[in-house]
């Protein structure tokens, strides 16, 4: 009788256990995507303008888009025009938006593209000499990585003769000999990346300016963060260490960085960044830890001299507002690596058929919606099925427990619904209201 009366809340309790044990089930078999740390939306407006005399051949503008990598997930949400996503040789994504297939004198075309882009944490690694892997723990996959080609390549003849090796030891040597000099004996990995870090914080002093090749960075002993970056990786593969070049971009929320502008490609083309910051750095092969960004410009030149480890546990991409659009990696050859031979043919052409380019960067730092945070947690929508189950266990059974037996009556009808005995005369159900079909019990 007791089990009866409290039918309702065993039946609430056993479809409690049900639902939360089919959704911990399913978040098990299908994990939901991760929180983001930060969410962005990053917005491109590109405009060629034709100043010359005369038509010039265009057919439409293309750029790069963003990298889905472990710790970003980028989605196109927009494009101001027919457009095909496609790759380049080292497999990062190009968006070619189409135009008219001329250009007329005095003409222009503008393209817009929005991306939105969750950024993640990234488990920074304790990294230390005495647990650093040596040359022959480098896997035979990555040979490609290390690969002499441009814009990595030194040609050997070109040395390190200008004034500003003058009375070093190193004047008059080619990146190669460098290399070796600085690699010496040594066969730990890390110890002969932090050597090359060393050597170029005390060498090669901060200057930005139109992209150099590592030779001609050394050369002149100055360069910015991607220039400084590509002389690294140049040392690293001549050391058989693997290694490619990361480009990306920085949010940065003051409001120092809020609207700032220049022109390069000799006043061709005109910049306008908002909150946003291009940057580039060295990823290395480092066992046993992997893949690692070397950073050459995020710590001071004086700082790195001293500690040049701080080149990686410094880098800028551990920060959640550093973003990934291009790997150039050298595996699809010269040719689809080779930015800076595209950018210099880009100029030249700009200055002799009189093309104006302008570009605005804005990139914008959004909340993450609060009904995206609820679905990504597992923890939280189980938790609240447990704490809803346990409520309505409880409402349920306080009902039945504040329920009355049934009298028992002479000849009573019994309910074939709630199983309730009435009267014998009774049409409906005193307790659940509904219709009594059975005659009364003889």
Known sequence: MRIAKYKRTIAAAVLSVILIGATSTYYLVFPPLKVPQALFRYTETITVENRGTGSIKFGGIS????????WQRARLIEVSGKYTISKDGDGNPIIVVEGPETLSRGESYTVTIVWEIESFNRPKPIISLENAGGLESIPDSLRNYTREVAPWWSPP???LDTDAWNKTRYYNMSLSEVASTLAGNETRVLKIVLEDVKWIATHITYHSASPTYPVETARNRTGDCDDQSNLLIALLRMQGIPSFLMMGMIYLRQEAY????GVVMGG???NEYHHVIGHGWAMVYIPPWGWLPCDLTSSYSIELRNDPKKAITE???WNPATLVFRN??????????DYIGSLRETEAEAKEKNIYYKLILDLEHLAVPEHEVILRSPAFVIY????CAIALIILVGAHERGRKTPPVYLGAKKCTYCGSENPADAIYCGWCGRRLLQRPAE
């Open 63 to 70: 750029t790069e888009g963003f990298l889905n990598l472990a």
């Open 315 to 317: 880098a800028v991409l």
């Open 258 to 261: 809020a609207n700032r502008s």
């Open 157 to 159: 003849d070109i040395r």
């Open 384 to 387: 609240s099925e447990i704490i």
């Open 268 to 270: 061709h083309q005109y």
């Open 328 to 337: 150039a990696t050298g595996i699809g050859g010269a040719e689809a690596s």
